[in-house]
């Protein structure tokens, strides 16, 4: 009897908790060889591949993996590659926002000099598909494909974030563009090269993508959320951020939506003021924002994308088992039952 209670022995394929994929990775990148010559362009390499963070995104190609009943450990260069392209991303990002720290250390760019983090950035993007050249040449193609996609609408996200800067005239479709681009492309490309190196269906593939994408928007939206209304003790950033640097997210641009002409350019006004003491401007915001129903709508779709991401498992061909354990990981990423 090659079935049991409706599922085909092959789907009873273990998996493991999130602790464990960190562990697996983490064992995996301490083994890889980046001490090489010279050292000043390989030195920063190793520090910020060092410096730690969650690993999620390397964790996410491990755990689609073996989703569709493959051993994690034919998905570690995929990770690997994932990882060192986040880390490229992050040394580029912290030149163009003249970053200090990184992960409470001092920056690469700051620790060397300015030259050896954009040269070492370059390296760290080189490297990142030269992982790929560990997989048989379909599968090789395919996580190169979607690698050079992802890599292109990361750093057009990135222009697009700079762009909104200096403009007044940002629309919701746009800012959501800009995130989806940044931050979840990179969360959905994480999620279906695991796939990929699987060999699931393409439909499987597809929706594991739109699972990471909209479970990626969700977050970015939950992150701006938080940067204004999250608890200091257990953010890990600095609460008011975002106000503090006049960005324009989710929270502000529907508050400008919902408010009065008068509310609105009050915000608009407070949006252009660079503060020694930025205490009075964060509560003044913040009070818009809620009066407004900007903290509400803000709930709302980080709701609604969650469920979006949701829905796409009821359409993927694997046991409920392995839906629990995404669905919960999604739960637990969104910091709550939902």
Known sequence: MNRIFGLRKSEFH??????????????????????????????????????????????????????????????????????????????????????????????????????TGILSGDTMLILAYQYFEQYEPAVFRDLAKLFSKTALEVCEGQQWDVDFETRKDVTIPEYLKMIEYKTAVLVAAAMKMGAIVAKSSEKDGDLIYDFGLNLGLAFQLQDDYLDAFGDPETFGKQVGGDIIENKKTYLYLKALEFSSAEKASELEQLFSLQLEDNSEKIETAKAIFNESGASKATQEAIEMYTFKAFDTLEKMDINAEKKDILRTFGENLMGRKV
């Open 14 to 115: 273990f998996m493991h908790d999130i602790s464990q994929y960190q562990d697996f990775f983490i064992e995996y990148l301490n083994k890889q060889d980046i001490h090489k010559e010279p050292k000043n362009l390989y030195e920063p390499i190793e520090y910020i591949l060092g410096l730690g963070g969650k690993r999620m995104r390397p964790v996410l190609t491990l755990m689609a993996a073996e989703v569709f009943n493959t051993d994690y450990k034919v998905a570690l260069p995929a990770a690997m590659a994932v990882e060192v392209f986040h880390n490229f991303s992050l040394v580029h990002d912290d030149i163009m926002d003249d970053a200090p720290l990184r992960r409470g250390q001092v920056t690469v760019h700051e620790k060397w000099n300015l030259n």
